[in-house]
């Protein structure tokens, strides 16, 4: 890992000797006599260690120091110090120094120090990578998370996924993952091994639902040639996955109660209770409870499904992660079509947030499907886009946003276009938009938009 450090000494001899020293152990050094120039460094740099006199010209060591960490308090700051400067050195300690080393020092003892900082640093990075691998699991599994909304789906498929067999209903819109969700929750569970059976209650006939899941015994109607089994016994050990619950039959709904309640079912033309080991996950994009009060859907049925209940928002409600999704799908369209589109233009980029996207996530994948296919360049174009995104056009400049919005969706949307007003430059962004650049580093963390480079 390469890491980058900064020297800032104004005695000409050592700071040279030191970097020197630094830079055949294989470190990026950086070097400066003066805070002000240090500042300036790590305003253009990531800098991931500072070795900082405390004497210097102009603006001293700790000044320097509590303005570096303005600017970023990631970055670990060795203080070094003359004899009779041990009362400042313990004043930087408490302003957030990493260590000190006393002048005159052995440079096996700078060493050691410096090795002993930079592993400090490692292990912070290293669990910011853990942090962010977690993201990038759920994204190979073609779930984006940036949104506070679907982190808050995540954390409960990983609790819920730890749990035995607790019956799940997933509620959302069509288009908004129901399906990944359910997956995910089977693949982390401990039921993984085993079978997972999916069925869509919207898609297959009601005089054929009832064998399809319980299964039939030979003789029970005139094509049961032989016996079969359903759905539940194939999964035994496993999930099944009943998606669009809220379109099973009326005749079929008790039955499926019964067996949430005992785990136990009658083939079709079958006398003999058979008993499996199956956990259900029900997906349904329509309000149940007001299919209770319209007697469509069965009370006790409703409720003991929603034991463990997931709401997934629908892509309006959760803007942030319209760019992240667009770009995990454009991979995966290049990768498919063996195209090399590199990104998407900030006007497109802004269209696809504007949009509302009634087909949700789906719709979403569709229309960067389209928009790979019909590129010709590096990057998706706004004329790439299916008519009904490009109708937004109209609405003028990113600053003119959806009263649907909320004030962190507003706040990434601002931020991002002040950034790429000042051509990227962190710290101009961050003093035009009236905070510290390290807080701007912890907003496009949040936002997705910020990668470490090591």
Avoid at 280 to 292: E, G, R, S, V, Y
Wanted: net charge neutral; with cysteine; aromatic share 6%.
């Amino acid at each position: 890992m390469g890491f980058t450090m900064l020297i800032v000494e104004d005695e000409e001899t050592l700071r040279l000797s030191l970097r020197m020293a630094l830079r055949a152990e294989g470190y990026n050094v950086l070097c400066t006599e003066k805070g002000e120039e240090a500042l300036k460094i790590v305003e253009k740099e990531l800098v991931d260690l500072v070795i900082l006199d405390i004497r210097l010209p102009g603006m001293d060591g700790l000044q320097t120091m509590g303005k570096i960490k303005e600017l970023d308090p990631t970055i670990l700051t060795i203080v070094m110090t003359g004899y009779a400067d041990v009362e400042t050195a313990v004043r930087a300690m408490k302003m957030g120094a990493y260590d000190y080393i006393n002048k005159p020092f052995e440079l096996d003892e700078m060493k050691l120090v410096i090795s002993k900082a930079l592993e400090t640093q490692k292990l912070k990075m290293e669990l910011n990578r853990l942090r962010r691998g977690r993201m990038e699991g759920w994204a190979e599994a073609g779930i984006v998370a940036r949104s506070g909304k679907m982190k808050e789906v995540l954390e409960l498929v990983e609790k819920v996924s730890q749990t035995p067999r607790t019956s799940v209903l997933i509620e959302g819109e069509t288009g908004t993952g129901k399906e990944l969700i359910a997956h995910a929750i089977h693949n982390q569970s401990a039921r993984s091994s085993k079978p997972l059976m999916d069925i869509n209650c919207s898609a297959i006939p009601e005089n054929l639902m009832e064998a399809h899941i319980f299964g039939h015994e030979k003789g029970a109607f005139t094509d049961a040639k032989t016996q079969h089994k359903g759905l539940f016994e194939l999964a035994d050990g496993g999930t099944v996955f009943l998606d669009e619950i809220g379109d099973l039959s009326l005749s079929l709904q008790p039955k499926l109660l019964r067996f949430l309640e005992t785990q136990t079912f009658k083939r079709v033309g079958g006398t003999v209770d058979l008993k499996v080991d199956v956990r259900i996950i029900a997906a349904t994009n329509k309000d149940l409870a007001q299919c209770t009060k319209e007697k469509t859907f069965r009370e006790d049925l409703y409720y003991r499904l929603k034991v463990m209940e997931i709401h997934i928002p629908p892509l309006r409600q959760r803007r942030e992660d319209i760019i992240p999704l667009a770009y995990s799908f454009l991979d995966r369209f290049n990768r498919e079509f063996k195209k090399t589109v590199k990104g998407i233009a900030p006007k497109a980029e802004y269209l696809l947030e504007a949009y509302d996207w009634p087909g949700n996530v789906r719709e979403l994948k569709n229309s960067i499907e389209r928009a790979v296919l019909l590129a010709s360049g590096e990057e998706i174009l706004p004329q790439h886009l299916p008519w009904e995104i490009r109708g937004k056009e109209s609405e003028g400049t990113p600053s003119h946003y959806s009263l649907d919005y909320s004030l962190e969706e507003i706040e990434r949307i601002h931020i991002l276009n002040v950034l790429q007003d000042t051509g990227g430059n962190k710290s101009l962004a961050a003093r035009r938009l009236g905070i510290s650049r390290s807080t701007l580093r912890e907003k496009l963390i949040k936002y997705g938009q910020y990668e470490r480079k090591d």
